[in-house]
């Protein structure tokens, strides 16, 4: 049974100093977008994780957690006064072919709450069907769940744009995938989870009337640089268009230039705000194979590392597709989407001369950058250990002074030296007068330590399986600060093992 009911005197749940007040934003549009949808218990829950620091972030205190109706109402047992739970329906492309109306098959929205970061969504992942369940059962396993909640903190840690997670609880409850697993419910957090998806559904229905509502709505609540220009609807969906390929654009070059791969880049995953979404099948590189594929279910490649940016610009032709009847014109939704063919490459020369410490741009530098990654790719090298040991090359040379010794962590990653001391050669003449200690200082804090590469989330699962959850609060402690040396954790930032290459991650989450 389903808790709702509770003594109102006794507030159950706190922000610092007062109840949660949960608050209508996009919510308010109301049906056809959102319907109301309650969690479905899953029997007694447990916590695997308190995410206490981002708790803190949202204002939530110590109360908070120690909250016995905390656990119920982010387990789906129970809901809070005031929360008034929905599921939202979208369509979507889902390996480049129209899907027709998917929507939330399994989450469901607790409500939106003001915060100190502002008005955030809370979503149940894994609470139970929905109206959109379709032939699943509304859950997601332990396994992926793990998964999910540790890469979101893992992204942010990074500085990458992501919806957050706050919590993960589960149960013994058992589901099934390829084996009987169990089931845990992941609460994440949000501006929205609007999707290029939400968009198309309703320019496929042929319901321009709740599409410009929805087009209205989210750029009123999320876009107020462009509300505050109060143009009329056909200009304001141009502009918020050339907002999102841009933010898509910046995404990709941030994901490109971590080694991030996504997995499922279906257009129902993709943010209206630009935020990395849904985690399924997603791995960090690492050895550098610019056609890597990490969803064993993409049996064509489709969304290998090297297409990401190529597959974002064809998903957002599908959002501009489904607003085009707004404006009317196909020219400016055209215009409007060309922007990320600047924009990207643009994002992405940043962002590699960032991680190779170079403070101005210069003509020659996509040309060092290619080599560089040439170079990784014709050697298999570990993507992440790469930039990491060239930053501390550079640090060291600038205490060391010019000395080979200083250069050989990053050279013995090389098997062909030839090719490599040429690069070095080149780059060290490109950095040119650059000041190393502040430079190698600055590749410190953009080439990360760690990242979640797919065995040490493994390695946390296989444990949490067995009921210890340590391994998990480890790594999202540890994934906050990625930069920071954690000498205690190097054996993380270290090679995969052997069996890392034979962890197979499918779509079945
Ligand atoms: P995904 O591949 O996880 O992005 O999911 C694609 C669609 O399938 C979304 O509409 C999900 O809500 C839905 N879905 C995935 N798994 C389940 C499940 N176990 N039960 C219900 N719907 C699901
Ligand atoms: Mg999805």
Known sequence: M??????????????????LTWSCGLHSLGEPFFTPTLPTPMGDAHWVSQNRAFGQELGLDDAFWDDPMSLLALSGNAVWPGSQPVASVYSGHQFGVWAGQLGDGRAVSLGELDTPIGRQDWQLKGAGPTPYSRRGDGRAVLRSSI???????????????????????????????????????????????????????FASVGDSDSLQRLVHGVIAQFFPDIALQQLPLEQATVVWLKTVSQRTAELMAQWQTVGFCHGVMNTD????????????PFQFLDAYDPEHICNHSDHQGRYAYQRQPQVAFWN??????????????????????????????????????QKLGLSAAHGADAELIDSV????????????IFWRRLSQSVAASAEMGPV?????????LFLDQRAWLDWERRYIHRLGTQDLGTTGAAMLHVNPKYVLRNHLGETAIQQ?????????DNLLALLRHPFDEHPESAHLAGFPPDWASSIAISCSS
Request: one cysteine or more.
């Open 2 to 19: 389903l808790e709702t009911s509770f003594d109102t005197n006794k507030p159950s749940a706190h922000l610092v100093g007062k109840p």
């Open 147 to 201: 998964r999910e909640y540790l890469c979101s903190e893992a992204m942010h840690g990074l500085g990458i744009p992501t919806t957050r997670a706050l919590a993960l609880c589960a149960s013994k409850l058992p589901v099934w995938r390829e084996t009987v697993e169990t089931a845990a419910v992941l609460t994440r957090v949000a501006p929205c989870f609007i999707r290029f998806g939400h968009f198309e559904h």
């Open 269 to 280: 995953n993709m943010s209206a705000l630009g935020l990395t979404l849904d985690y399924g």
């Open 316 to 353: 957002l032709f599908c959002l501009g597709q489904a607003v085009a009847t707004l404006v009317g014109e196909t020219e400016p939704v055209l215009q409007a989407l060309n922007v990320y063919k600047t924009a990207y490459p643009h994002a992405l020369q940043a962002r590699w001369r």
């Open 373 to 384: 990654l040439h170079l990784l790719s014709d050697g298999a090298v570990d993507f992440t």
């Open 404 to 412: 080979e010794t200083a250069w050989t962590p990053v050279r013995d």
């Open 464 to 472: 949490a399986q067995l009921g210890d959850f340590s391994q998990v």
